[in-house]
């Protein structure tokens, strides 16, 4: 049987593309007459073929046709039924018979051969392509038998694939030669299996021809894709190469999606990495290295183009002797430029670009500084760097190591030149320069000449910042210019900008000297300044003594100055000498008394010494002292005001008038003499200054006795006076204490105003009095009279004398208060005074607060007796406000609710009045009424607390008086005012008050009956219905309580009623009667209370009206039961904001006023009882202090 006879043999699947060349999906076998002719026996041959199962001969899958369409001879054509399997095993019987021969007829073991057919699938996993062979990694799908694969690569041609490389393999990868010569390089791919259709080579060998299998379809995915036609940038800073490419622009080529970059080292591939399509970022390792080149191939679903292949600039230049050229506005560098390539150069602040990047050419690099951008002379830490590149510049290496610039010129810090103490021939110059701002590193040395005439007399170089030089004093000629340069050179040999500075080495020549107050001044001659000098004239005065310098001046550059002798070492022998040193810049030039005449001089130093400053403790004139100096005929004493007394042949000196507090005033004392016929004035004793300071008082407390206070200290205060004097400048007391307070007694006069004053004594001697304490403070005072003669009772006192005693009222006295406008119109009540009894209200004439309101000062206000309530002053007081509300004449509108109220709280904070009276004029309690047991205002500030008690009914039979109401829970309600319509209300909760203002509130008004029956009320938001909102209320007291065992009542007679007025004279008139006044009351049995708020040691409290000062002590178990250690802590503060008592703010008094229970002592009114001074009501806002200080 001949084996040769098959040239070509593969299957197309149905399933896939077509191949190139393939017009029809099946099995297809082309014959090679050549190698195998056909048989001569058979007459007009047809080449047949016959598809079966491997592994069962007898089950044929199909036969190919023996004549018609699609024979030949040499080409036979099977499209089976089914696509065939990949995992089945497949043979083809190959056979010629005569033309139109039946299938049946033919004789198939006769076959001249048969090869085997796959339908085994191989993938391509990547490929790459190195621009003559294609390299493919391969994936096998399941096979039915062994098979290896062909891969085949195709050239786009015109719209045709056109086969331009075939290679087969058994394993994992293969490599296609590519011959695509005339074809264009638009590339792809396509694998199928492969198996021998013969074993010719024996057993193993995997030869020709071969059967193939499907071939994986040409799509985009098998492309290989636009290679890298060149390198747009490859920079390489030693640790990272960043890189982009521009594609090559083949049409037909499909675009790449990444890329794969390998690194070779010397032609062997060292790494590779995976990039971007057009660009990537690589991390290499590879500084310094030789033979270091990159390949780029772009990559398409794991087909990599032809790579495209550079040299990698590993190195970097070495920079040296970076320079900055002040006047070419030049900075230059040198470099090395290797063989080929280019040089970049930058200049850097930091990791800052300044400029660049610029091209070395002929081994230097040349940065303009002089730019809009920059300014390179006097910035710290710049360099230049450099790096190797392409000559093209697309290729670049590591940048070099900063080669610093020095651009800052060195600062020479001192030149001090004198003669040198080792001899007294020669110069000896000490200087000491900053040490560039630039890293230590980067300075090698600096180096120092001082130049004649620009010739060099001596120079030094070195690594510090500090050198002297030495040279014969012969050697310079004052007659010539002399100047000192200093510069710095770089690390890399650069040289810093020079500093040239001008010399002297002649002094400047003294004119007069003489010692003043507190310094030796002199003047002088300057000496000749060379004319290019640009730096300042410095001169200081100098003071030797044995050639050491013992004090300086201060710096000045006009020819006179001072040394003060304070800055002066005088030695013990009192002989020194006084010379001026000249600076030009930081070039000082010091003189000695070997220097030229003139240069020099002895002053006189001898001062007097001060003694303490006493002073008159009335007069506050001081008297200073001192003591003898030897020589002296007269002295001469110098204040710092500038005022002198001379010819004083006395020690000591009286001031014409005392000095004022605080003043500040030196003075100094110098003796006078003459000596050799110069009259010579001796230095200033120290400055001294006379004792001025003050100790203000900060505060004074006095209870009539006994005298606390305490000032502010004086720092340098060794002790204080203290003491205290009446306006008639008798002294009541003095002492002496130490620390910053004293506490004494003092048995003062009536009528005397007292005042205390502290004095500090200093080290100086005795200081000023300080401001003054006033003992007594404007307050709140309560009686000391028995509650037999007078009930106890309050007032507001502003100087002792005003003040009652234990037996008499206090003395009369008007009461003046400022009212702003009361009605709603201005001149609301006229220009006719309004009076009623002691009140009365008029015009003030000022437009801020428009009336005053004068309380008479006659018997009815302050006479005080037994009882409670004086009735005539309540009745003046009632008619006072009805008659302000509406005025007797004038036909004006009066005054509104809000004026009303503001006229009662003025008059409660300033009306004197007993314990008693100031619940009814604070908060309108009285017990004498028609209604009920008595009644109360409720007014802005209080708060009604309100408990209605539950009701317990249980049902069935149960012991007498189970049923009946228990305790509830109390609900307070804050009284507020508040604004609705434009006039002024009364509220029950600001919330409420609010909604009802704006009409966004509908209550019902509660139903009634006849008489004073009528519904009680649930809640706050019952008391806004439309005939109970006024700006008047009044809460009045059932005479009895109904007993908690009962059923309750209905009756406003028998429950606390609230009732409401539109105007203060109709309050007046109320009752509880619902048809005659707008009442309300809470339903059930509910018990209503007044409160107020106070503050106890800063903590809000609410407590109820008619509660004590002794009530609150109580609760904190601090009830005083007489005069106790309590009361020097013990402060209550109260609010008189509405008694206005001038006409601005600064002449009214404090709104606040302390409530003085400690006058005297504690007050007692009668013995057993505790009727005493704690018995004072407290009012809203009372301030309560348990542990307070001062005042």
């Not at 060349?21 to 007009?44: C, F, K, M």
């Not at 073929?49 to 023996?66: C, D, G, K």
């Not at 390792?285 to 794991?302: C, D, L, P």
């Not at 005054?895 to 008059?907: D, E, F, H, M, N």
Request: aromatic content about 8%; glycine content about 10%.
């Amino acid at each position: 049987m001949a084996t040769s006879v098959i040239q070509n043999l593969y299957y197309a699947s149905p399933y896939s593309q077509l191949p190139p060349g393939v017009g029809t999906a099946g099995i297809t076998l082309q014959t090679d007459p050549s190698q195998s002719p056909t048989p001569a026996n058979v007459r007009d041959p047809v080449l047949v073929i016959r598809l079966r199962m491997a592994a069962n001969p007898q089950e044929v899958i199909a036969v190919s046709p023996t004549s018609g369409a699609g024979t030949s001879v040499k080409t036979a054509f099977i499209q089976p039924k089914f696509p065939l399997s990949a995992t089945d095993s497949y043979m083809l019987d190959v056979i010629w018979v005569r033309n139109g021969t039946p299938e049946p007829s033919i004789d198939w073991n006769a076959a001249i051969t048969s090869a085997p057919v796959t339908a085994a699938e191989v993938s391509i996993l990547s490929a790459s392509f190195d621009g003559t062979n294609v390299t493919a990694v391969l994936g096998y799908g399941p096979s039915g038998m062994g098979v290896g694969a062909q891969v085949n690569v195709y050239s786009l041609s015109f719209g045709t694939y056109v086969n331009v490389g075939s290679m087969q393999t058994q394993g994992n990868t293969v490599t296609v030669p590519v011959n695509s010569t005339g074809f264009p390089a638009v590339f792809f791919l396509s694998a199928q299996a492969a198996i021998p259709t013969a074993n010719t080579g024996g057993a193993g060998s995997f030869s020709g021809p071969f059967s193939l299998g499907p071939a994986t379809p040409i799509t985009a995915a098998c492309g290989i894709p636009q290679a890298a036609k060149t390198i747009s940038a490859a920079a390489y800073n030693g640790n990272t190469l960043t890189l982009s490419w521009a594609l090559d622009a083949i049409t037909g080529c499909v675009d790449p999606d990444s890329s794969r970059i390998q690194v070779l080292a010397n032609g062997k591939v060292i790494a590779h990495y995976t990039g971007g399509p057009l660009s990537a970022i690589v991390p290499l390792e590879a500084y310094g290295q030789n033979g270091i080149t990159i390949a780029v191939s772009t990559v398409s679903n794991n087909i990599g183009s032809k790579p495209l292949t550079f040299s990698l600039i590993t190195t970097s230049p070495e920079i040296t002797n970076v320079v900055a050229n002040k006047s070419s506005g030049k900075v230059t560098a040198s470099v090395t430029i290797p063989t080929g390539l280019a040089v970049q150069g930058y200049l850097m602040d930091g990791d800052n670009v300044l400029a660049g990047p610029v091209t070395a050419n002929g081994n230097v690099l040349i940065f303009d500084y002089a730019t809009a951008k920059y300014n390179v002379e006097g910035m710290v830490g710049l360099s230049v760097r450099g790096n190797i590149a392409s000559a093209d510049g697309t290729i670049t290496g590591p940048r070099s190591k900063p080669a610093v610039l020095l651009a800052t010129t060195p600062s020479l810090k001192l030149a001090n030149i004198r003669t040198d103490p080792a001899s007294a021939t020669k110069w000896r110059i000490d200087l000491t320069w900053d040490r560039l701002p630039d890293a230590a590193e980067n300075v090698a040395a600096y180096t120092v000449s001082l130049l004649q005439d620009n010739v060099t007399v001596a120079t030094q170089t070195l690594n510090a910042v500090a050198t002297t030089l030495s040279l014969d004093k012969t050697a310079i000629d004052t007659g010539k210019t002399q100047t000192i340069q200093l510069s710095a050179t770089g690390a890399t040999g650069g040289a810093s900008p020079t500093q040239t500075l001008y010399a002297l080495f002649a002094a400047p020549v003294l004119a007069s000297l003489a010692t003043t107050q507190n310094q030796v001044a002199a003047t002088w001659k300057a000496p000749q300044i060379p004319a290019g000098n640009t730096m300042p004239v410095i001169y200081r005065l100098t003071a030797i003594a044995g050639g050491t310098v013992i004090g300086r001046g201060g710096e000045t550059t006009a020819t006179s100055a001072a040394i003060p002798l304070a800055d002066i070492a005088v030695p013990d022998t009192g002989s020194m000498s006084v010379m001026v040193s000249v600076a030009l810049g930081p070039v000082v030039l010091q003189p000695d008394t070997g220097m030229a005449g003139g240069t020099s001089a002895t002053p006189i130093l001898k001062a007097p010494a001060i003694k303490q400053v006493s002073a008159d403790p009335l007069t506050n004139i001081s008297t200073i002292n001192w003591a003898a100096v030897d020589t002296a005929s007269t002295y001469t004493v110098v204040f710092t005001d500038g005022t002198s007394h001379k010819d004083i042949g006395t020690t000591s000196y009286l001031l014409p008038q005392a000095l004022a507090t605080g003043a500040q005033m030196g003075y100094t004392v110098q003796a006078n003499g003459t000596a050799n016929g110069v009259a010579l004035t001796g230095p200033p004793s120290v400055l001294t200054y006379i004792p001025t300071s003050v100790a203000d008082i900060a505060w004074v407390r006095y209870n009539g006795s006994d005298v606390s206070l305490e000032w502010t200290g004086v720092p340098d205060a060794l002790s204080y006076n203290v003491f205290v004097y009446d306006e008639l400048n008798s002294k009541a007391y003095t002492g002496a204490v130490s620390q910053t307070s004293a506490s004494f007694t003092i048995t003062s006069e009536p009528g005397r105003v007292y005042t205390a004053y502290v004095q500090p004594v200093t080290i100086d001697g005795t200081a000023l009095r300080g401001a003054r304490g006033t003992l007594f403070s404007t307050g709140v005072y309560v009686s000391q009279q028995p509650s037999a003669t007078a009930y106890p009772y309050a007032y507001i006192a502003q100087a002792m004398h005003a003040l009652g005693s234990a037996t008499a009222n206090p003395p009369a006295q008007v009461i003046t208060l400022y009212l702003p406008e009361l009605g709603s119109t201005a001149g609301a009540l006229g220009t006719t005074a309004i009076s009623s009894g002691p009140f009365k209200i008029e015009p003030s004439g000022v437009a801020a607060l428009p009336y005053k309101l004068t309380i008479a000062g006659d018997a009815s206000v302050w006479t005080f007796n037994t009882i409670a309530i004086r009735p005539q002053l309540g009745q003046a007081y009632v008619t006072f406000l009805k008659d302000i509300e509406k005025p007797p004449v004038g036909g004006v509108p009066g005054a509104t609710a809000y004026g009303i109220a503001l006229v009662q709280s003025a008059i409660a904070c300033a009306l004197p009045q007993t314990f008693a009276e100031q619940l009814y004029y604070n908060f309108g309690f009285s017990t004498t009424t028609n209604t009920g047991a008595g009644y109360i205002d409720l007014r802005p500030g209080m708060v009604l607390r309100v408990t209605a008690s539950d009701y317990v009914n249980i049902p069935g039979s149960v012991p007498t008086w189970i049923n009946g109401y228990g305790p509830g829970a109390p609900l307070d309600f804050e009284i507020g005012s508040y604004n609705a319509g434009g006039n002024w209300r009364t509220g029950f909760d600001a919330f409420l008050s609010t909604l009802s203002s704006l009409g966004a509130l509908n209550v019902s008004v509660p139903a009634l009956s006849t008489g004073y029956t009528q519904a009680g009320l649930a809640g706050a938001v019952d008391l806004y219905y439309s005939q109970f909102i006024q700006p008047f209320y009044r809460l009045y007291f059932p005479s009895a309580i109904n007993p908690a065992w009962g059923q309750g009542t209905n009756s406003t007679q028998s429950n606390f009623t609230l009732v409401a007025a539109a105007k203060y004279a109709d309050l007046q008139n109320t009752n509880v009667n619902p048809s005659v006044t707008p009442t309300a009351y809470f339903r059930g049995r509910t018990i209503v209370q007044v409160m107020i708020k106070v503050m106890v040691n800063g903590m809000e409290r609410l407590v109820p009206v008619g509660a004590t000062v002794g009530n609150l002590l109580e609760q904190l178990n601090m009830l005083p039961a007489a005069t106790s250690g309590l009361s020097k802590n013990l402060r209550i503060y109260r609010s008189v904001t509405a008694a206005i008592t001038g006409p601005t703010a600064s002449a009214s008094m404090t709104p606040l006023l302390e409530l003085r229970v400690d006058w005297n002592g504690l007050s007692t009114y009668a013995m057993g009882n505790g009727l005493n001074a704690m018995s004072a009501p407290l009012l809203p806002g009372d301030q309560v202090f348990t542990d307070k200080t001062g005042v």
